[in-house]
Nanobody, 124 residues
């Protein structure tokens, strides 16, 4: 079993930056695909970014060029570096993880492990 804990959310002005962290427990973190999703009030949850073991990275078009998803396997942590933030980025951000060969693509919500989320609010 893997436990995920997000941190780093908060209030930031439009154009600012914020760095989210997702700390993971488990013996095989480095082989897992790590993902970030977000859900704004009244909206469906959407894919944000993912990083595989290779490592390959993937980003939603809405955040491409603004967000990056580095990982530090030595610290069992994945990050979401968010720059040039917009009010539309306001949401609860969730970290998720899938083991190797698990069903689904890089942007699939079919993840066996989820964090409880951290709130990001971007003011206009």
């Amino acid at each position: 079993q893997v436990q995920l804990v997000e941190s780093g959310g908060g209030l930031v002005q439009a154009g600012g930056s914020l760095r989210l962290s997702c700390a993971a427990s488990g013996r095989t973190f480095s082989s897992y695909t790590m993902k970030w999703f977000r859900q704004a009030p009244g909206k469906d949850r959407e894919f944000v970014a993912a990083i595989t073991w290779d490592p390959l990275t993937y980003y939603a078009d809405s955040v491409k060029g603004r967000f990056t998803i580095p990982r530090d396997n030595a610290q069992n942590t994945v990050f979401l570096q968010m720059n040039s933030l917009k009010p539309e980025d306001t949401a609860v951000y969730y970290c998720a993880a899938t083991p190797p060969y698990y069903s689904g693509t890089y942007d699939s919500e079919n993840c066996p492990y989820w964090g409880r989320g951290t709130q990001v609010t971007v003011s206009s």
